[in-house]
Nanobody
Framework: QVQLVESGGGSVQPGGSLRLSCTAS????????MGWYRQAAGKVRELVAA???????NYAGSVKGRFTISRDNAKKTVYLQMNSLKPEDTAVYYC??????????WGQGTQVTVSS
């Protein structure tokens, strides 16, 4: 059974930074692509960033240059460093297994609120 546990969300002012973490269990993490998604109120969930098993990354245009995805295979954890946050980054952030498409059920997510 795959479990995904996200953490690190919070409330920040525009221009601030947050680092999200996602720990995965029930998968061979080192061989798995991982993605961060977000869902703003009233909007469809979207892929924000992804990293494959080799470390190659992919970003949505709206976050490129501001967000960085990384992974620690020993800790079975994927991170999302978010800098220069904007109000439009406000959303619930989720992680999932897979480089292009989510493969498993969603975890509880972590709320990110960017507001002055």
């Amino acid at each position: 059974q795959v479990q995904l546990v996200e953490s690190g969300g919070g409330s920040v002012q525009p221009g601030g930074s947050l680092r999200l973490s996602c720990t995965a269990s029930g998968v061979i993490f080192s061989l798995s692509g991982m993605g961060w998604y977000r869902q703003a109120a009233g909007k469809v969930r979207e892929l924000v960033a992804a990293i494959n098993s080799g470390g190659s990354t992919n970003y949505a245009g709206s976050v490129k240059g501001r967000f960085t995805i990384s992974r620690d295979n020993a800790k079975k954890t994927v991170y999302l460093q978010m800098n220069s946050l904007k109000p439009e980054d406000t959303a619930v952030y989720y992680c999932n297994v897979g480089f292009k498409d989510p493969l498993y059920s969603w975890g509880q997510g972590t709320q990110v609120t960017v507001s002055s």
